[in-house]
């Protein structure tokens, strides 16, 4: 087991702990950029990843009564079908050529610069949200938009593995402005463990899964996690989030340029 590998999970389970971000939106870029991991292997691998971290976190959601199934299965019915479509995608056009590398490589960096503008934007989106209830979508229009939401972030996880956290939130938060925080990170976390667990299986079909990789990132980011989680009280938010926001931002140019 590499040791670096240990270290950097920590890292990431460390930041997650403390700001509540996706790991994918870390994960992803950091083996990808500093350790050279191919974009396809590095986005199955934290697929895999994901779906294990984020079961237990449901476990715990589920328990607190902090889970909307009502919308879970929305977000399900449109993120599940989309997520076998982008691995049949990946599947027929090959994941591990150079030429869809470079695409994977390119839907990352895209789906890190969305993770920023909901990761900077989310409050202002919802204090907008919240002083115009006329623009606020009911019936059918809501649930049609929910399953849409799905659909778009089942192919953004397939492919980059990162949507499932940040931007699922921030959709939520746009689409239910009355749900409490705690309910929008139950209910996120819980439409994401079939998403990534269908997303992980695919990559496994397609041979994208390093397993030795993801036990070295199991072992250092649970702790991590753990210990982020306790320390995030004595952080400023806000200066931890726009730090946060400007590493992203460059890494999402780096992957770009690379």
Request: proline share 3%; charged share 10%; glycine share 12%.
């Amino acid at each position: 087991m590499d040791a670096s590998f240990v270290v950097s999970g920590f890292a990431v389970g460390l930041l997650v702990g403390m700001t509540g971000v996706g790991g994918g939106s870390l994960m992803t870029p950091l083996l990808t950029l500093l350790f050279g991991v191919s974009p396809a292997v590095a986005v199955g691998t934290d697929l895999a990843f994901a779906s294990i971290t984020k079961g237990v976190g449901t476990v715990t959601h589920r328990l607190r009564g902090t889970v909307h199934w009502d919308i879970v299965r929305r977000l399900c019915i449109g993120a599940l079908p989309a997520a076998v479509l982008a691995s049949f995608w990946l599947k027929h056009f090959g994941t591990l050529s150079q030429d869809i590398g470079q695409i994977i490589r390119y839907m990352i960096a895209g789906s890190v610069l969305l993770t920023v503008v909901a990761l900077l934007f989310k409050r202002k989106m919802l204090a907008w949200i919240t002083a115009h209830p006329e623009r606020q979508l009911q019936g059918k229009s809501l649930a049609t938009a929910t399953i849409v939401s799905g659909a778009v972030l089942g192919v953004l996880v397939t492919i980059s593995s990162i949507g499932a956290g940040a931007i699922g939130a921030t959709l939520l938060v746009m689409l239910y402005p009355r749900l409490t925080p705690a309910e929008v990170a139950g209910t996120d976390i819980a439409y994401a463990v079939p998403l990534t667990a269908i997303a992980a299986v695919g990559h496994w079909w397609l041979g994208s899964i390093d397993w030795n990789l993801l036990l070295a990132l199991l072992v250092g980011s649970l702790p991590g996690i753990t210990l982020g989680a306790y320390v995030a009280r004595a952080v400023p938010e806000k200066l931890l989030r726009g730090l946060l926001a400007l590493t992203l931002v460059t890494v999402a140019f780096k992957l770009i340029k690379s």
